[in-house]
């Protein structure tokens, strides 16, 4: 009888435990094969090959650039969208005439196709003919075009801030339903209590949020980690490399170069990182809620 | 009831095994590039004529974006899956062919099939003796330049040298109002092949007698300089490092660019989309030697080592090559004719535009036959990145660049 019992749960999981080795460990475990062989431009393996593949990728001053930019689009593009998408759900969340409206504007750039908003943001920033400089233009604020993609510091910072703008919606999804979840008469009672509006956010809002914003940083931080069409349809990487992220550093060795041996073991480098950063989060998110 | 429904899977198993069968019998699978909205059409086109004429042959016409053709390869290849014709960039058949995966069509083409071609084009195709692929596209560049441009600056004849070019350049750039004289480019595929019109110019070739890269040479580095002074004295569009062939092409399209080199289907977007520019084309300008060089590039039509209908396959590529079906697809592509035959048609021949193409043609390289290709050229575009952005000195840059080549170049 009891045997049974304990074999119950694993039977409900195992469905799900097999569709889950089938669509992701087998993926990686080829991947481990490729990345330790020899391995010509149609991934075909040569044999073993002693690592060779990742000690070239550490000799690759390219792909250390490409690790640390990498780093630092993450934290920009995810802590960016975070820092706008709470005061955004909150405004949102306030009852204001034409508040559906605002809402569906909001998450209009999530319905659209992330590659088509990196075209159109491609030719937008074009240099003689893209929109905004001619916004600018109109405007009066610059008085002579400027190049937003062809040197890589202001290409990467144009980069970050459409990365921004499009992970703002599904960001502030998750707040609005987080926000939706908190009791009014928290509110009621501590005003009440003469609780300034800042006070409420500082020690009702912001606590009760938190959860939703652990699940947001951890989300993006996925998404944002790999995500390849905005760098890559705007400047693929260049000019010389200067804004290359791994997976487009990934893309140009696997599918340009034809190294499809780098290419699995860069791969397998992001897997490690994200599964790192993800347990590292998860335990210490766990550990606060149960302090 | 239970067995109505037994007798239904039954049947349709069957039917669908018995459909599977005929039209495994004469089925030819070919990948093709998209080239322009007119390729998918000609092809479907080609397809269906074919298929009338040659009854139990089933042709399947798979058209991809050329930008992921090479990954698309790569992956049915590597899966087993691949069509058994496919439109490659020739550059690509050495891989092919080292890992065998390319059939040798020297067993089907008959002295008068060959006779078909243009030399020049099929050679790029041969690799050790053995002919692996059919070029279903060809092109070379030249210089098109803005004929209303060019009078507003008071200038009569195209440049016929780079120092021509570098007066002709000023002289547009003088009349202002966003109005530069030299389009260059300097982003994503053939950037380094933008530059290459001017090494060759300095008699430097991408590759030497033995086999080095001749990016260290002083040719090489005065080329760079050439460039490099033109962007300085803002002789070209400003932020050329975000300007990529088509960015460039577009702004010669909108009457804002003097100059530029590129591919003749340029032509043919121009009649389409900006009908009234008045242009030229003109030889690409020679270096002091009076040496010049343009880029031949074809794309070849292959055959898959593991096609199972080979006979079929070759009979749809002999169709292909008929003069009538060449000289419809390279018309509407703007390509240049691969076939004698064709090439003396009224089309070509009364083309003023082409016929500064195929001028060039004696003078045109074609990228090397080299393991590695890609990353040289990868490697030639970046350092250029860098020195048009004026990150780094060209000597520097390109003797540096030179060593690296040669590394990958020895592997």
Redesign the interface.
């Known amino acids: 009888m009891t045997s049974r019992q304990t074999a119950i749960p694993y039977l409900l999981i195992l469905p799900s435990l097999v569709l889950a080795a089938a669509i992701i460990f087998w993926p990686v475990g080829s991947l481990i094969e490729i990345a330790t062989n020899d391995v ?5 393996l040569k044999g073993w090959n002693d690592f060779a593949n990742f000690s070239a990728l550490f000799a690759n001053a390219d792909f250390i650039q490409a690790l640390w930019r990498t780093g630092l689009w993450t934290v920009l593009v995810v802590g960016g969208a975070l820092l706008v998408s709470v005061p955004v759900a909150l405004i949102l969340n306030e009852d204001f005439y034409g508040r559906d409206i605002a809402r569906v504007i909001l998450m209009l750039p999530w319905a659209v196709s992330l590659t088509m908003t990196a075209v159109v943001w491609r030719w937008a ?5 893209g929109m905004l400089n001619s916004a600018l233009m109109g405007l009066g604020i610059i008085s002579e ?1 400027v ?5 890589g510091d202001l ?1 990467f910072a144009m980069q970050v801030l459409i990365g921004i703008l499009v992970t703002v919606p599904f960001t502030t999804t998750i707040f609005l339903g987080g926000l939706s979840s908190i009791p009014q008469d928290l509110y009621e009672a501590s005003a009440l209590e003469g609780a300034s509006r800042l006070q409420q956010f500082r020690h009702i809002t912001l606590p009760l949020l938190k959860p939703f914003i652990n699940i947001a940083l951890v989300l993006n931080t996925i998404y944002v980690f790999n995500s390849f069409p905005i760098i890559w349809v705007t ?2 990487g ?4 200067s804004t290359d992220i791994l997976v487009t550093h990934l893309y ?1 060795l696997g ?4 190294k ?1 041996g780098e290419a699995s073991a860069v791969s397998l480098i992001m897997l490690a990182i994200l599964l790192i950063f993800t347990i590292i989060y998860v335990r210490l998110a766990m550990k606060e809620r149960e302090a | 009831m239970k067995s109505l429904f037994l007798k239904t899977i039954l049947t349709a198993t069957l039917s669908l095994a018995a459909l599977t069968s005929v039209a495994l019998a004469g089925t030819v699978r070919v990948t093709v590039a998209e080239y322009s909205a007119k390729t998918g059409p000609y092809f479907a086109e080609a397809e269906k004529a074919f298929e009338a004429a040659n009854p139990g042959v089933d042709i399947q016409i798979e058209v991809v974006p050329w930008d992921v053709l090479l990954q698309k390869l790569t992956t049915d290849i590597g899966a087993g899956s691949n069509a058994d014709l496919s439109i490659i960039g020739t550059r690509w058949l050495i891989d092919f062919v080292k890992q065998d995966v390319a059939e040798p069509l020297d067993g089907f083409i008959t002295p008068e099939f060959k006779d078909r071609f243009i030399d020049t084009f099929l050679s790029p195709s041969v690799m050790d003796g053995k002919t692996y692929g059919l070029p279903i596209a060809a092109s070379a560049r030249a210089m098109y330049y803005n004929k209303e441009l060019f009078e507003k600056a008071g200038i009569t004849e195209p440049p016929k040298t780079w120092d021509e070019l570098k007066a002709a350049a000023e002289k547009i750039s003088a009349l202002g109002g966003g109005v530069y004289g030299y389009g260059l480019q300097g982003k994503e595929i053939e950037t380094d092949v933008y530059y290459y019109y001017a090494m060759w110019s300095q008699g430097v070739e991408i590759l030497d007698k033995d086999g080095k890269s001749g990016l260290g040479s002083d040719g090489a580095i005065a080329a760079a300089k050439i460039y490099k002074e033109l962007i300085d004295k803002k002789l070209t569009q400003p932020g050329v490092t975000s300007f990529s062939r088509e960015d460039v092409q577009n702004l010669f399209k909108q009457g804002k660019i003097g100059m530029m080199v590129t591919a003749p289907f340029l032509s043919n977007q121009i009649k389409e989309e900006a009908p009234n520019l008045k242009y030229g084309v003109a030889a690409i300008p020679a270096g002091p030697s009076g040496a010049r060089g343009t880029y031949g590039v074809t794309d070849s039509i292959i055959m898959f080592k593991n096609s199972q209908n080979k006979e079929e396959a070759w009979k749809f590529l002999d169709y292909l090559f008929t003069t009538d079906m060449r000289a419809k697809f390279t018309q509407g592509e703007g390509f240049l004719p691969v076939n004698k035959e064709e090439a003396k048609m009224d089309y070509y021949v009364n083309n003023a535009d082409l016929k500064a193409f195929t001028d060039l043609l004696p003078s045109a390289r074609f990228a090397p036959v080299i393991p590695g290709w890609e990353e040289v050229a990868q490697k030639t575009s970046d350092a250029l990145q860098k020195i048009y952005l004026g990150d780094v000195e060209p000597d520097a840059a390109l003797k540096a660049t030179a060593e690296e080549i040669n590394g990958i170049l020895q592997k």
């Open positions: 010509n431009r149609f991934g075909q920033l074009n240099g003689e003919s075009n190049q937003w993609l062809a040197s290409a400047t693929q260049g000019p010389a490399n140009k599918f340009r170069i034809g499809l």
